[in-house]
């Protein structure tokens, strides 16, 4: 059976529509009858669930445990060793709250806005770490029908001031931590009166922005829910078509955009996330739990977690830098303490987990790993028959399984695609890796993997409450007429779509068609299974020299799976005929490498420059091109190892971990001419 069907006439030059086949002829836009708005999606539970299962779950750190580490670092082509200290946590157990007494601190801090003097419809900036309280907040905005604007906490001075400015908001939620930022950025926000803030401040932050802006009122977090406590106010909740949330996206050039999401919007995607996966997640039972820890301010996660509201799985909010136990002190890490069962994540995080299985394995006596290899290949096997491999957990991956809880079933990846051969390999050694694709225009819908069906390298079939069509791309060559597997620009329709970005006409009418379909940019293929897998962006999509296109995130998903990266960015010059790269690498594995090749004495920048060192890798991502089965032209003909970790800080990644081409493009022109043997 096909996981979607085809609806509609055949147009030439597109595909015809695709919907999944659960929903062939209507498009679903409620999870249940009378749930309209997030505001319902949290009440569905308060009244089904109430005190008898636990809604939200958090940490307090306890304490903060220092140590003096002595680190190696290049000054002048000189290796130096310096002692520094790092920082490690002490948390406490995992505290729960329930339905009931989540929604009473939403109705708090609802009527502590109104205390404020906010309104319906009023909006309340929310430019802070994801974690228990950004929840609570947002939905005490909804509670009095108000809308959250959401910047993230990496978004920058300039981003998070256009986001205040272009919305006028006169209140925002932020951290304690972030209040230095609020500094800068306040005297270039006209409209802003409140400052509510989570967290006790550090020094004498506080006194300078209030001796500075003597027009801002400033209140914790925990001042505002009393003041909603001692004034109660009854809720005023919004309607469907209410905006919940102007999600500003990062971009990867200019000033972010605006995206508006009705409640509808986002319901639907509920909705649509349900009916594909809810029967899936009865047949694993009720005590289901997710851990929370990417940023809320993605719509991934954002939508993820209302789903998991609405099912009544636990959401436990962990911080990246708190998840393993590496990390911590005197306590296990986030996902040990938690033992979710559910797990969301973007492609770093998995090939992170991916590639320290892979050193623990390695690292192994050659008995030890023949046993891994065999099991794996065995369990493989076994998976693609829909047959039984419990024996072989037992034996050999349960070890595997406990580094993240040893409870998790099923895990979802987004964000950006994650390479079939690190799904492949997790899927066998931890849990099915469930890989999904959205944008925030669709509220992160367009398509998710069915746990039923085995399949690596797909996005699996059009989420219920959308429909789907590929658009001839004639200039690259994707088109619809194509076989076996036709291709084209991703178009997506339906009623988790947004109407356009906030106060910029002119792009909306560039990105959305009259009857509302909606132009991703993004390349697709439709498999023969009904399945759609994504290949590429349209932005991304090079020419090279002898007339063959080059898809460059694709690539980069591929040779991301190396052992010897951590990350990547493939170039094309459109006048040569094969890509170069730029490759941050595993400090570890280059040590490894350096080590079999009697180079250990090599400070890390010469081993960084070192052709030995550099061909060995290169030599990898051959051996990984003829693995995926890549053109001649695809293959990377030279490589540039770079010290310099790609950070959303430093500005050269997205905050959603994207890469900023650009800018990295711009930072390394010196080292791209070389590799290309451009002189200036």
């Known amino acids: 059976m096909e996981c979607s069907v085809p609806v509609g006439p055949k147009v030439k030059g597109e595909t015809q529509i695709r919907r999944s086949a659960l929903s062939p002829n209507d498009l679903v836009s409620t999870p249940a009858p009378g749930v309209n708005t997030l505001y319902d999606v949290l009440q569905y539970n308060v009244k089904k669930i109430g005190t008898k299962q636990a809604c939200m779950a958090y940490r307090n750190i306890e304490s903060i445990v220092e140590e003096e580490k002595e680190v190696t670092k290049v000054v002048n082509n000189q290796e130096i060793k310096e002692k520094k200290t790092w920082k490690y946590f002490k948390l406490s157990d995992f505290?729960?709250?329930?339905?009931?007494?989540?929604?009473?601190?939403?109705?708090?801090?609802?009527?502590?806005?109104?205390?404020?003097?906010?309104?319906?419809?009023?909006?309340?900036?929310?430019?802070?770490?994801?974690?228990?309280?950004?929840?609570?907040?947002?939905?005490?905005?909804?509670?009095?029908?108000?809308?959250?604007?959401?910047?993230?906490?990496?978004?920058?001075?300039?981003?998070?001031?256009?986001?205040?400015?272009?919305?006028?908001?006169?209140?925002?939620?932020?951290?304690?931590?972030?209040?230095?930022?609020?500094?800068?950025?306040?005297?270039?926000?006209?409209?802003?009166?409140?400052?509510?803030?989570d967290g006790k401040p550090k020094g004498n932050i506080l006194e300078e922005i209030k001796e500075s802006f003597q027009k801002i009122q400033f209140i914790s977090l925990d001042e505002l829910k009393e003041l909603g406590r001692k004034n109660p106010v009854a809720p005023n909740p919004p309607s469907a078509q209410d905006y919940c949330c102007i999600m500003y996206t990062s971009g990867s050039t200019g000033n972010p955009k605006g995206v508006m999401l009705t409640h509808a919007n986002i319901v639907a995607a509920v909705a649509g996330v349900n009916k594909m996966l809810q029967p899936t997640l009865v047949t694993i039972g009720l005590d289901n739990s997710l851990l929370a820890f990417l940023p809320l301010a993605h719509v991934l996660e954002f939508t993820v977690e209302h789903v998991c509201i609405f099912w009544g799985v636990t959401l436990g909010y962990g911080n990246i830098r708190t998840l393993t136990d590496a990390s911590v002190r005197d306590c296990l890490g986030d996902i040990r303490a938690f033992k979710p069962t559910l797990l969301v994540g973007v492609p770093a995080v998995w090939e992170s987990i991916r590639k320290g299985v892979l050193a623990k394995v390695n690292a192994g006596s050659p008995a030890l790993q023949k046993i891994f290899y065999a099991a794996f290949k065995t369990k493989g096997w076994l998976l693609r028959r829909g047959l039984p491999a419990g024996i072989l957990d037992n034996v050999v991956f349960n070890k595997i399984k406990d580094q993240t809880g040893g409870r998790l079933k099923y895990a979802l990846s987004g964000g950006a695609p994650v390479s079939p051969e690190t799904q492949e390999f997790l899927t066998i050694t931890v849990c099915p890796i469930l890989q999904g694709y959205g944008l925030t225009e669709t509220c992160g819908m367009c398509g998710i993997d069915s746990p039923d069906v085995l399949r690596y390298g797909t996005v699996g079939s059009p989420v219920p409450c959308l429909e789907v069509k590929l658009v001839d791309e004639p200039n690259s060559g994707y088109l619809s007429t194509n076989l076996p597997c036709p291709q084209g620009e991703i178009w997506i329709r339906g009623n988790c779509i947004t109407e356009g970005y906030y106060k910029n006409e002119a792009l909306t009418r560039e990105s959305f068609t009259e009857d509302k379909w909606f132009q991703t940019g993004d390349i697709g293929e439709w498999k023969q299974d009904g399945s759609l897998a994504v290949i590429d962006r349209k932005k991304n999509l090079v020419k090279l020299s002898n007339g063959e296109y080059i898809a460059l995130e694709k690539l980069e998903s591929i040779y991301k799976s190396i052992l010897y990266v951590s990350n990547i960015c493939v170039y094309a010059d459109s006048f040569q005929t094969r890509p170069v790269a730029l490759i941050v690498p595993l400090y570890d594995r280059i040590m490894e490498l350096a080590k079999e090749k009697g180079l250990g004495h090599l400070n890390v920048e010469?081993?960084?420059?070192?052709?030995?060192?550099?061909?060995?890798?290169?030599?990898?991502?051959?051996?990984?091109?003829?693995?995926?089965?890549?053109?001649?032209?695809?293959?990377?003909?030279?490589?540039?190892?770079?010290?310099?970790?790609?950070?959303?800080?430093?500005?050269?990644?997205?905050?959603?971990?994207?890469?900023?081409?650009?800018?990295?493009?711009?930072?390394?022109?010196?080292?791209?001419?070389?590799?290309?043997?451009?002189?200036?």
């Open 606 to 680: 010469e081993l960084y420059k070192n052709k030995e060192i550099c061909t060995g890798i290169l030599n990898a991502c051959s051996a990984q091109a003829k693995k995926a089965d890549l053109k001649p032209a695809e293959i990377i003909s030279a490589i540039t190892l770079v010290p310099d970790e790609w950070t959303s800080q430093n500005g050269l990644l997205t905050a959603a971990q994207k890469l900023k081409r650009k800018d990295i493009l711009e930072k390394y022109k010196e080292e791209l001419d070389h590799m290309y043997g451009i002189k200036k």
């Open 95 to 197: 505290i729960y709250l329930n339905y009931e007494e989540v929604s009473e601190l939403t109705r708090s801090i609802g009527a502590g806005l109104v205390n404020l003097g906010l309104q319906k419809n009023s909006k309340v900036e929310i430019f802070s770490v994801t974690g228990l309280n950004w929840m609570l907040v947002t939905h005490g905005c909804f509670s009095q029908g108000m809308t959250i604007v959401t910047a993230y906490d990496t978004l920058g001075e300039s981003g998070l001031a256009h986001s205040m400015n272009e919305t006028e908001v006169t209140t925002i939620f932020t951290n304690a931590d972030l209040l230095p930022t609020i500094k800068i950025v306040a005297g270039k926000v006209p409209s802003l009166i409140y400052v509510i803030y």
